[in-house]
Each structure stands twice: as C-alpha cells, then as structure tokens.
C-alpha cells in the first residue's frame, strides 16, 4: 500500500485553469513478480504516476477516472479514490492591490501598528476566469512568529480571496511579496530589586545597597507585562569587605527590553558583632561608682575632732560666764 501518491493532471496549461481537485491518493500494488513489485514500490526506481486526463473535459466541474501511466504489466495498481472531482475554466489574469493582513494576536498583545508597507504593492493574480470574478481582495497574511517588539519583516505568498473572507484557488505558484509592520509596544513601570548572589565573606552580617535608579520602563506584550511585578538586578557581593560602587547591566530577555539597561549600585557592608567586643563595651559603660572607702574613714575622723574642738570650747565659754 502507497500512501499520498501525486495526482498529475493532463490539459493546456495555456488555455484552462484547473481547481478543486485532490492532489494526492493511495495506491494498492499487487503482483506475482517480487522484483516489479518492490521497484515500483520504491519511489526512487517508481515508473508509474497516477494521472487524470483532461483533454476532453468540459468546462464547469466535472468527476474524472484516475489511471495508473507507466506502471508495468506485472504489477496491478487499485486507486483510492478511483475518480477526483475538477474544476475547469478558462485561464485568465488581473492586476490587484496587495494589503497586509495582520495578525489577530498584536492588537491582543497592546501593540499599535505604526506603519506597514507592501513591496510590491500590486500583483498579478492567474485564475479561472469564474475565479477571477469572486476575488474581493488580495491579501498578504503576516504571522507573528517572527515578530520584534518594534517591527515585523516577512516575504510571503499572497492569497484571493472572496467577500466572504474565503479562500479562492490561483495559480501556484503565488506571487510573492514582502511586508514590513512598524511597531509600538505597551510599556509598564516596574520598582527594582537587587537580588544578591555570590558568597559573603566573613565577619560581613549582610548587605544594604543603594540604587541610582529606583523604577525602570519594561517594554512587551500585554502577557509579558502582566505577569511581572518587580525587576530584578543581581549584584554579586563576593569579597567585598568595604563600601563599593558596581555598574550593573540589568538583565533583558527576548520578549522585553527595560530602560535604563544598567544601575549603579552602591553596596554597604554591615559588619558582624563578635562576643567580646560586646562584653568589654557593656563592662566600660555600666554606670556602677566603687566608692572610696579611705576616703570616708578620714572625713569621719576629721568630723569627730571638729565635734570634739567644738564640746571644749562651750565648755570653756560656761566655765568664763560662771565666773
């Protein structure tokens, strides 16, 4: 069995358009003879085509018999489907306009379109001449799969199409032209964050650090920028014992780009408290005074021989008033 076989199709290429057929069916091989049954199996050595004669076909749609050509009288072939349904017109040619049609998912995203351009901007478009008449437009369908957050490039082939939107049949290949979409994309102010990384050398407690910049302006789609809240910026405080200042690149991805794209960052070392230095700082500020005792004892002294000068000299001065 022989799956997506090419149907080759038989008429004046010069004079009709053919639409409307399938372009591929499944063959069942069969033979007595090996050998003529595996060269025509392979499609390297294949004689065979599976043809559909249009020479004597009429105008309109019309159902047409497959038939095997070539294949050798050894082999017996079985076609699925044995006929193919065709459209035949007459072969005609018109010069269009050729419009970008842009996808769905930019406006979805936020972006506005600031310009587009077609290169070139008509084409001519071969059809049926039945065909011919059904086509509304010429569109250029640009996908987002190679897009920028500022621009999207892509040469791609044209389609026809009806009023409808629906897709009509051209002759293939299609012209070929390139579109180029100018854009702008929403932007979002976020706060930054440092985020530390490295190791902390010792007898360092931790880090406080000091940005030139606070907020920066993200640039991306929509979902981009809803699923972020904050910026991160790495600093790397391996070794660093005193005060420094670092430039930091602020890490961009594919889908966004930030503003400013660096931060100085000011990184302050906060020193670890170490036991004793702790202990002889409380032992020099207790507030506790040791009095002195000699001191003491010899002001006593001295007040009890005041005392003592002062009973003699009231003893004296009774003594002189008696008198």
């Known amino acids: 069995m022989l799956y997506n076989i090419p149907v080759h199709l038989e008429y004046d290429k010069d004079k009709y358009f053919v639409s409307g057929y399938e372009e591929a069916v499944n063959v069942h091989l069969s033979s007595a003879n090996r050998i003529q049954l595996n060269l025509e199996s392979n499609e390297d050595t294949r004689n065979f085509q599976i043809v559909a004669d249009l020479t004597q076909t009429p105008l309109g749609t019309s159902e047409v018999r497959l038939r095997a050509k070539g294949l050798s009288t050894a082999v017996t072939a079985e076609i699925d489907p044995q006929t193919i349904t065709v459209t035949v017109e007459k072969k005609a040619t018109k010069t269009f306009d050729v419009e970008a049609q842009l996808p769905d998912s930019l406006e979805n995203n936020g972006y506005i379109v600031d310009n587009t351009v077609v290169t070139p901007k008509t084409v001519q478009i071969t059809t049926g001449e039945e065909t011919l008449k059904a086509i509304d437009r010429v569109i250029a369908p640009v996908s987002s799969t190679k897009q920028t957050l500022e621009k999207i490039t892509q040469t791609v082939n044209v389609q026809?199409?009806?009023?409808?939107?629906?897709?009509?049949?051209?002759?293939?290949?299609?012209?070929?032209?390139?579109?180029?979409?100018?854009?702008?994309?929403?932007?979002?102010?976020?706060?930054?964050?440092?985020?530390?990384?490295?190791?902390?050398?010792?007898?360092?407690?931790?880090?406080?650090?000091?940005?030139?910049?606070t907020k920066a302006t993200i640039k991306g789609a929509n979902q981009i920028l809803e699923s972020l809240e904050k910026i991160d910026v790495p600093v790397d405080i391996t070794g660093i014992k005193t005060s420094k200042k670092k430039t930091i690149k602020i890490p961009n991805k594919v889908d966004y780009v930030i503003n400013p794209s660096e931060v100085e960052v000011t990184i302050i070392p906060v020193y670890e408290q170490t036991p004793s230095s702790s202990i002889d700082g409380n032992a020099g500020n207790t507030g506790i005074v040791i009095p002195n005792r000699t001191s003491s004892i010899e002001s006593n002294s001295s007040a009890s021989s005041s005392t003592s000068s002062d009973s003699s000299s009231s003893s004296s001065s009774l003594e002189n008033g008696n008198n």
Do not use: C, M, R, W
């Open 160 to 213: 026809a199409v009806d009023a409808k939107g629906q897709i009509l049949s051209i002759e293939v290949p299609a012209p070929q032209v390139k579109v180029d979409v100018e854009l702008s994309a929403p932007t979002k102010e976020l706060p930054l964050q440092v985020v530390a990384t490295g190791n902390t050398p010792e007898g360092i407690s931790h880090y406080t650090f000091s940005l030139s910049e």
